[in-house]
């Protein structure tokens, strides 16, 4: 059998959970949630996620350890859905961790070690979860960033009020609904007549590490617009031949990754030296030798870079 992409399972694009979006609108739900041993709840701070020591598993906790009791007053409730097993909320808490070795002395509980535990990026550990903790840990850290940058009101200013178990925020002024926002993101592996890829460095990406363009879409744009007009802009090539692969929620905060492969005859790359600064067309046997010897660090197994990387490399790369 040929290796290919699962685009319908990619990374963080998983989940075994029921969102059970019709229990949201009962007003006690995290209430009586909390109060039921049997649900399972899920720990974030900022984009890491509790998960246990082997880095495979988060690590949910039942309401009533102390650990879930200590974050629940510093942090966001929210209604992550239902299985047969019972319950999911998540607890998110807008900070990260202080390193375990901070000095400072804080005005709140030491939330940053947990006792079996670990804080780990999402972005990091998506790809080593399984299906159910993925899709829960990647619902949790999208809520929460959208309730950390959402506390007041766009339209008034007033404060604003989680409502809904978490899925909503009212004006505490004049009752307007604010819903959970999502900003769509093209993605894309370029292509030349020789088959080989355009990869290219981020003026403010660590040394060495290369990866597909990307970019927003755009007030008023198609995702073909964005895409078109992102490749122009920042390597000053025209593309054909566009085709959807897939998506995957990139919450680092508010993404969706819209995945496509394109072709380009012309391979006389300019990067525009703002956003851009190196951009290198690879083929396969060159940019395996790159990843090998750490010439190029490639983009992380749970993004959806590494994918189409890999789509069109044919197989895993290092
Ligand atoms: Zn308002």
Redesign the pocket.
């Known amino acids: 059998m040929t290796w290919r992409v699962r685009w319908d399972e990619l990374p963080l694009a998983r989940g075994s959970v029921d969102r059970a979006a019709h229990l949201r609108a009962r007003p006690d739900l995290l209430t009586e949630l909390m109060a039921r041993e049997g649900t399972r709840v899920v720990l974030a701070r900022g984009a890491r996620v509790a998960v246990r020591q082997t880095r495979t598993e988060l690590d949910l906790r039942s309401p009533s350890d102390p650990v879930v009791t200590a974050l629940a007053e510093h942090a966001q409730a929210m209604f992550l859905g239902a299985d047969d097993d019972g319950a999911y909320l998540a607890l998110v808490h807008p900070a990260e961790p202080r390193p375990a070795a901070d000095p400072e002395p804080g005005t709140e509980p030491d939330l940053g070690v947990i006792p079996g535990a670990q804080w780990q990026r999402l972005r990091e550990v998506g790809h080593l979860l399984g299906p159910r903790d993925a899709g829960l840990a990647a619902t949790a850290v999208a809520l929460g960033a959208w309730h950390a940058s959402h506390r007041f009101?766009a339209?008034?200013g007033?404060p604003t009020e989680p409502s809904f178990a978490g899925w909503q925020r009212r004006?505490t002024?004049?009752g307007?609904e604010l819903y959970p926002r999502t900003d769509p993101a093209v993605i894309m592996a370029v292509v030349d007549p020789a088959d080989r890829i355009l990869l290219a460095h981020a003026t403010h990406w660590p040394e060495r590490r290369f990866s597909t363009l990307a970019g927003f879409v755009e007030a008023g744009e198609s995702a073909e617009q964005a895409l078109r007009r992102e490749v122009l802009e920042e390597v000053a090539l025209p593309v054909t031949d566009l085709e959807y692969r897939g998506s995957q929620t990139w919450p680092f905060p508010a993404s969706l990754m819209l995945a496509f492969q394109a072709r380009t005859e012309r391979t006389d790359v300019v990067v525009d030296g703002v956003e851009i600064e190196e951009a290198r067309w690879f083929d396969r046997a060159g940019l395996e030798a790159a990843a090998r010897s750490g010439e190029v660090i490639l983009p992380g197994r749970a993004s959806v870079a590494r994918a189409l990387v890999e789509e069109w490399f044919g197989g895993p790369l290092p």
């Open positions: 009101c339209r008034c007033a004006c002024a004049e307007t």
